[in-house]
């Protein structure tokens, strides 16, 4: 019998961005986080382990996919792109690109099922979890006992994406006020922002007359919204 581990985490956040929101009943632990990490790179979660959620959520990529369509098990083709996964504590709104998922949990043991991601079911990921030597360790140090349940399974990859935070970059160190923007820089930033008159005159401005404004809908700190617009793309993004 080993204790559970309540280490809490400590997140490195940028100054003056919002306090996270992380759920009052999965607060962010060593343990939980670190099991939720192994669970994201492990192939077996895939039917014929070859595919982990890292496949397509790579980290040298934002933990995105750069092909527009993601490939899952036996080459299968799904009909969008894996998105890039990072400051999801501070996620508006619903999760995938049509908002179908309300909370992270929920949407984690997703992709296991999916017949064009991993193709796998979960009963079968509890027992192929079970039989190695590791886990059943990891998810009593998590949770306090050694059960291992699609729940569980879906609380720790919550909390490890919870950790997954973009922290000072440049234009946070911009905010901050210690470095200043090139040139080029500060126009793109005031196109962004809609701000004043600039060379982009013409219809497609959605701000005021003369510049572009992004951000009436990649807004606030983490340039995003909680609305879904239909921006024109192709229609047939269908999963
Ligand atoms: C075969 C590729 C593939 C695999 C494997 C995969 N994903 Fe994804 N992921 C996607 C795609 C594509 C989307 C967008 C789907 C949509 O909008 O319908 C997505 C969306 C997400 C989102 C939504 C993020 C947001 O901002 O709304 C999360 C979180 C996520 N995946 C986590 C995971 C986890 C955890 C795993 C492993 C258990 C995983 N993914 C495995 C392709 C994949
Ligand atoms: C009317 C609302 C709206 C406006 C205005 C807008 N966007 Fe977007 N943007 C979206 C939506 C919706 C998506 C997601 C598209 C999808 O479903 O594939 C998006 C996606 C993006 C992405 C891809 C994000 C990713 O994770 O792959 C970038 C980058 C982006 N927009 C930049 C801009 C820039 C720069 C401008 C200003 C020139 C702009 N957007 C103006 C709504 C908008």
């Known amino acids: 019998m080993i204790q559970q581990d309540t280490t809490l985490l400590t997140i490195e956040q940028s100054e003056g961005f ?10 962010i632990t060593e343990a939980r986080s670190q099991l939720g990490r192994k669970l994201f790179y492990d192939k077996l979660l895939s039917s014929d382990q070859t595919i982990s959620c890292a496949s397509c959520h790579s980290q040298g990529d934002v933990f995105s996919d750069v092909n527009q369509f993601s490939t899952g098990v036996g080459g299968a083709q799904g009909g969008r792109q894996g998105m890039a996964i990072f400051n999801l504590a501070w996620h ?14 929920e949407q984690a043991v997703g992709p296991i099922e999916n017949p064009l991601e991993m193709n796998e079911t979960l009963a079968n990921v509890v027992s192929k979890l079970n039989n190695t030597s590791d ?24 909390n490890f994406m919870l950790t997954i935070v973009s922290n000072d970059s440049k234009y946070d160190q911009y905010l901050a006020g210690n470095v200043t923007l ?10 962004f922002f809609g701000i004043g008159q600039n060379n982009m005159n013409g219809p497609g401005g959605g701000g005021p007359q ?8 990649h807004g606030g700190a983490n340039f995003d919204s909680p609305q879904y617009f239909n921006i024109g793309l192709d229609g ?4």
């Open 18 to 27: 919002p306090a996270p929101n992380i759920p009052a009943d999965n607060p």
């Open 135 to 158: 886990y059943p360790t990891m998810f009593e140090a998590a949770f306090g006992d050694n059960s291992i349940t699609s729940d569980r399974i879906g609380l720790a990859l919550e």
């Open 182 to 191: 090139t040139q080029s820089e500060e126009r793109g930033r005031r196109l």
């Open 210 to 217: 003369g510049t572009v404004n992004c951000a009436q809908c």
């Open 92 to 105: 508006n709104g619903g999760f995938f690109w049509d908002g179908r998922a309300t909370t992270l949990r």
């Open 236 to 239: 047939d993004g269908n999963i």
